[in-house]
T-cell receptor, first 114, second 112 residues
Framework: AQTVTQSQPEMSVQEAETVTLSCTYD???????LFWYKQPPSRQMILVIRQEAYKQQNATENRFSVNFQKAAKSFSLKISDSQLGDTAMYFCAFSDTNAGKSTFGDGTTLTVKP | DSGVTQTPKHLITATGQRVTLRCSPRSGDLSVYWYQQSLDQGLQFLIQ???????AKGNILERFSAQQFPDLHSELNLSSLELGDSALYFC???????????FGQGTRLTVV
């Protein structure tokens, strides 16, 4: 069974600074996807970024980038130039390309301070 | 707007009752997932359907059931409701198993 661990329940960052959220996972699969989702106070789940395990290049979406270390089973999210609107709970998620089940971490609550 | 539609947005019902939550996936998406999120908790995977067939099952209670219809919309049926079933229920869809999922706005269920 896959597990996803987010070791930081809460984090805070000053506006315009950079913050990194940690995620580790455990799987015996070789082909899979990893995702970061954002859940603002509205409770809407929003996809932030995705990474396919077979790709060595780290994914980037504007101010969001990941550090994917497959051997270490680590998948951290870096948010640059943090904005007040980035305040949300962030979930790391694992998805097997063959099985249907997706596994989410417990989330990290990020607060961006003005 | 993710393109995934869930109805109703809010539902208040009494213990012991039965409710049906509905989900319309994004156009073209064949996979539908259901998740439960209790207050200040993470997401618990309930069940996945792909093109009408059950593909994966999580910790879904026997009192809960789901199905995906030929037009690809899905329904989650919750019966013999208990206070602990109060939660936000999300539906998500994706074009294929394992790909990124796009979430609906959720149905907030309150059991009183």
């Amino acid at each position: 069974a896959q597990t996803v661990t987010q070791s930081q329940p809460e984090m805070s960052v000053q506006e315009a600074e950079t913050v990194t959220l940690s995620c580790t996972y455990d799987t015996s699969e070789n082909n899979y996807y990893l995702f970061w989702y954002k859940q603002p106070p509205s409770r809407q789940m929003i996809l932030v970024i995705r990474q396919e395990a077979y790709k060595q290049q780290n994914a980037t979406e504007n101010r969001f980038s990941v550090n994917f270390q497959k051997a270490a089973k680590s998948f951290s999210l870096k948010i640059s130039d943090s904005q007040l609107g980035d305040t949300a709970m962030y979930f790391c998620a694992f998805s097997d390309t063959n099985a249907g089940k997706s596994t989410f971490g417990d989330g990290t609550t990020l607060t961006v301070k003005p | 707007d993710s393109g995934v539609t869930q109805t109703p947005k809010h539902l208040i019902t009494a213990t012991g009752q039965r409710v049906t939550l509905r989900c319309s996936p994004r156009s073209g998406d064949l996979s539908v997932y259901w998740y439960q999120q209790s207050l200040d908790q993470g997401l618990q995977f309930l069940i996945q359907y792909y093109n009408g067939e059950e593909r994966a099952k999580g910790n879904i209670l026997e009192r809960f059931s789901a199905q995906q219809f030929p037009d690809l919309h899905s329904e989650l049926n919750l019966s013999s409701l208990e206070l602990g079933d109060s939660a936000l229920y999300f539906c998500a869809s994706s074009p294929r198993t394992g790909a990124e999922a796009f979430f609906g706005q959720g149905t907030r269920l309150t059991v009183v």
